[in-house]
């Protein structure tokens, strides 16, 4: 595109904003027939490889997740209960949105393990959830794994989530869809509650 054309002005046909609402309902009517089209062949029991757009009715029932799709945080813990993160502050450091916020202390009974993180809390509101901090944690101390795509509030201070709020989640497997060695789907849930 030249430089020039992003400050031509609009002709009187484009002014009209014909042009755009008339492709609008082309794309619109075009994928509302492919759909029906679809739709009706499989009702009359025809073998359609495309399956159309479907309707999932959410609170009854929750689309299947894949393994890599980045949800809620969680912390790891130790075999003895304690965060496995060393406060290293690597996450801090990499996340774009400046979401997390690490306080780090000494911890002198275990002379392996420098610090521990005094507090470590991510303001959820801020978080674009692009995985930064799970990649840049040297001991994989933070995952993106638990399955909750439910993240709401009424307010800004209900975005944020501590370090114990962390360390009780546990990834929810069964929400995720499971795959054989040559990438076939193995198994697809549909779960009918929230739990």
């Given at each position: 595109m030249n430089v020039h054309d992003k400050h031509k002005p609009l002709t009187w046909?484009?002014?009209t904003y014909l042009p755009g609402v008339l492709a609008g309902l082309w794309l619109t009517t075009r994928h509302f027939v492919r759909n029906m089209f679809a739709h009706t062949l499989r009702a009359l029991g025809m073998d359609v490889k495309w399956l159309g757009s479907v309707t999932i009715q959410y609170p009854e029932f929750i689309r299947p997740l894949f393994p890599r799709l980045r949800t809620h945080h969680r912390l790891t813990k130790r075999d003895d209960g304690?965060?496995?993160?060393?406060?290293?502050?690597?996450?801090?450091?990499?996340c774009p949105a400046k979401c997390i916020y690490i306080i780090?202390?000494?911890k002198p009974d275990a002379p392996d393990i420098e610090k521990?993180?005094?507090?470590?809390?991510?303001?959820?509101?801020?978080?674009?959830?692009?995985?930064?901090?799970?990649?840049?944690?040297?001991?994989?101390?933070?995952?993106?794994?638990?399955?909750?795509l439910e993240i709401s509030s009424y307010g800004?201070?209900?975005?944020?989530?501590?370090?114990?709020?962390?360390l009780a989640l546990e990834p929810k497997s069964k929400r995720y869809v499971e795959f054989d060695d040559e990438g076939d789907v193995v198994?697809?849930?549909?779960?009918?509650?929230l739990d």
């Open positions: 046909w484009e002014k304690s965060p496995r993160c060393v406060a290293c502050m690597m996450c801090e450091t990499v780090a202390e000494e521990i993180p005094k507090s470590f809390d991510i303001d959820l509101g801020l978080c674009i959830f692009c995985g930064y901090c799970v990649e840049a944690c040297p001991e994989d101390a933070i995952r993106m794994d638990t399955g909750i800004r201070k209900g975005m944020m989530r501590d370090m114990q709020t962390m198994s697809e849930p549909f779960v009918e509650d």
